[in-house]
DNA sequence: CTGCTATAATAGAATTATTCTAAATTAGTA
DNA sequence: TACTAATTTAGAATAATTCTATTATAGCAG
């Protein structure tokens, strides 16, 4: 918790009461929140919220490299804020998103004739499939 | 081409001019269009088409596993009528998406604690980078 | 070939996720 | 303590997608 909050002292971040918040939810957070999921719980504690500064602090986190988007459910983007390389599971009945962590870098190779056309600079491994939950 | 339109002789869906022309435009079609664009393709010959045409015909697609929907971009859907197994990369400057054929099917394992919890039904790879044309 | 019916097309409204705007507020520095 | 650039807020705007109600038609049955 500190340590996420020392991250911004300085560099023209603002830790006002609304982003204090939000880092606090977001910290440790292994769920992959989406947008509306942080809103709700910045509401707790800030009733008057609007999205815009959900948005606004999501946005200034991710510029930071402190949080990333995850693109695996179609119908809306997920927040991690685990930013060490690693992979994502998702339950495609109930939508939850859950860690995948294992290495698969060294595996992961191109085919020459795409790795000739593009500087890389990522992947990710999305899996997908029914959760123990949805199946009893 | 006359297997695409074969595979849907029969089984309650109907071969309208409309379909059958998104049919075309998607037939080996491998620049992984948005809704939007397959839209603009079918206006050519259907200046009066709805968008709600593009999303019916897509989602019948995707309903008898003939095109694959993907969530590779943040900002929007890419759709490709190759539903062999395969994967992505994107150019994060002009969003193009290329396919990457390669197997990865058995370097892909999943770690113990996750597969004992999910009923796994694929996954995909996607890759980021910058292509040739954004660098020069 | 003709008529019937279930399916599809259309225009446009509705919904959902996200971004933008302009005015009021405030964190952090000087 | 005052100032200023950054942030918050409410709400409008935008973009992608879905829904609705009406009209049209593909494909089958006779």
């Known amino acids: ?73 179609p119908e809306k983007k997920h927040f991690d804020p685990n930013t060490a390389p690693h992979h994502h599971i998702m339950c495609t009945a109930c939508k939850r998103v859950e860690d995948v962590f294992a290495d698969y870098s060294s595996a992961l190779q191109l085919p020459e004739n795409v790795s000739k056309n593009f500087a890389v600079s990522g992947n990710h491994v999305d899996f997908y499939g029914i959760c123990k939950k949805c199946r009893s």
Chains 1, 2 share one sequence.
């Open 1 to 73: 918790m500190m340590e996420i909050i020392n991250k911004f002292k300085g560099k023209g971040f603002k830790l006002t009461p609304q982003r204090l918040s939000i880092l606090k939810f977001l910290d440790g957070n292994t769920s992959h929140p989406t947008a509306e999921d942080i809103f709700k719980a910045l509401k707790k504690t800030h009733p008057t919220v609007s999205f815009a500064t959900v948005y606004n602090t999501v946005q200034a986190l991710r510029d930071r490299g402190e949080l990333q988007e995850i693109t695996i459910d």
